[in-house]
């Protein structure tokens, strides 16, 4: 075969390595155009879109666990999160001289302070644990909304609407409305499940979302379309 020419190769409709490369060629737009349930806002401040795009960490496997036929491996965000709790333990030699500066450990207290930084977590007073409590319910709501679509509205999730109330941060009550306004987009006047402060869940269910996810209650008001 590495002596046809080129020309040779054209007339027998075998494709050329350039052909081949063509085809090949990968790009950010040629994803998000070609793969993307949804259009994506473009030239918005909101961050909300970008959120949609991490979803892909989520669902897609690690290539080299999938050459070798392991089916159920890994995804890339399963890699990321070890790596993010793996630098936490990053020796002092390298916590001195790397940009890490919340990696400075030393004498095992490495583990007392995740222990600490769970419990600041658990007990949700400071800021940054609200944020954190806040975004762990903005992550809930984008995967509802990511599901319904890829089951092309047959499949109503509209009972974990009810999370949003949970949300304590107006600035990240900001982000679910606008999320919420892309689910009624999405259902576009057929039936559908919305919960807000006005029209909850059974006992039963509000009860077991108090216990999990506790803190006030924030009004988020999405109309039935």
Not at 67 to 73: A, E, T, V
Not at 116 to 126: F, L, M, N
Request: hydrophobic content about 35%.
């Amino acid at each position: 075969m590495s002596n046809i020419t080129k020309e040779a190769r054209d007339k027998a409709g075998e494709p050329t390595l350039e052909a081949t490369k063509a085809q090949q060629s990968w790009s950010v737009e040629k994803v998000i155009a070609t793969e993307f349930p949804i259009i994506l806002k473009e030239n918005t401040e909101s961050p909300v879109p970008f959120f949609h795009m991490l979803e892909r960490l989520k669902t897609t496997k690690r290539e080299g666990w999938r050459r070798f036929g392991i089916s159920r491996g890994e995804s890339i965000s399963d890699h990321m999160y070890r790596m993010s709790l793996i630098t936490m333990f990053a020796p002092e030699s390298l916590a001195s001289k790397i940009n890490i500066p919340h990696c400075r450990v030393n004498g095992g207290l490495t583990g007392q302070q995740i222990k600490d930084i769970w419990q600041e977590y658990e007990d949700s007073v400071t800021l940054e644990s609200k944020f954190v409590h806040d975004v762990d319910k903005i992550e809930l709501i984008l995967q509802m909304v990511e599901y319904e679509r890829s089951e092309k509205p047959q499949l109503d999730l509209g009972e974990f609407t009810w999370v949003a109330t949970k949300i304590v941060l107006p600035e990240v009550q900001a982000w679910a409305e606008e999320i919420l306004k892309e689910r009624e987009e999405f259902w576009a006047g057929r039936k559908h499940l919305v919960y807000t402060n006005e029209e909850k869940p059974d006992e039963k269910k509000v009860a077991q979302a108090d216990e999990y996810y506790g803190g006030k209650e924030n009004a988020i008001t999405n109309e039935k379309a």
